[in-house]
């Protein structure tokens, strides 16, 4: 089945970095493209970042433009999302996400929090 984990989550001061993980199973990792998602407490799920299939193709959420990085190694069928210049605002659980066969799948998420 189906199954994707993150990790790389944790505690950060503002102005920090954080380099999240999502290891993938039970399906052809190479083929799909995969997503990263955050819900902050009391906010809406909303997407963070995209990635096509072969990383040729990245799409952001505007207020994350330049400041967070999404990749991909299809050999390790894994996906990363580096994060830059934390902010207060950045704190939320993050969780990957991948569409597959009209099915929405996601991880548990990890948790980020961005304090002094």
């Known amino acids: 089945q189906v199954q994707l984990v993150e990790s790389g989550g944790g505690l950060v001061q503002p102005g920090g970095s954080l380099r999240l993980s999502c290891a993938a199973s039970?399906?052809?990792?190479?083929?799909?493209?995969m997503s990263w998602y955050r819900q902050a407490p009391g906010k809406e799920r909303e997407l963070v970042a995209a990635i096509t299939n072969t990383g040729g193709d990245t799409n952001y959420a505007d207020s994350m433009k330049g400041r967070f990085t999404i990749s991909r190694d299809n050999a390790k069928n894994t996906v990363y999302l580096q994060m830059n210049s934390l902010r207060p605002e950045d704190t939320a659980g993050y969780c990957c996400s991948v569409l597959r066969r009209g099915l929405r799948y996601w991880g548990q998420g990890t948790q980020v929090t961005v304090s002094s």
């Open positions: 039970g399906f052809t990792f190479s083929i799909y493209a």
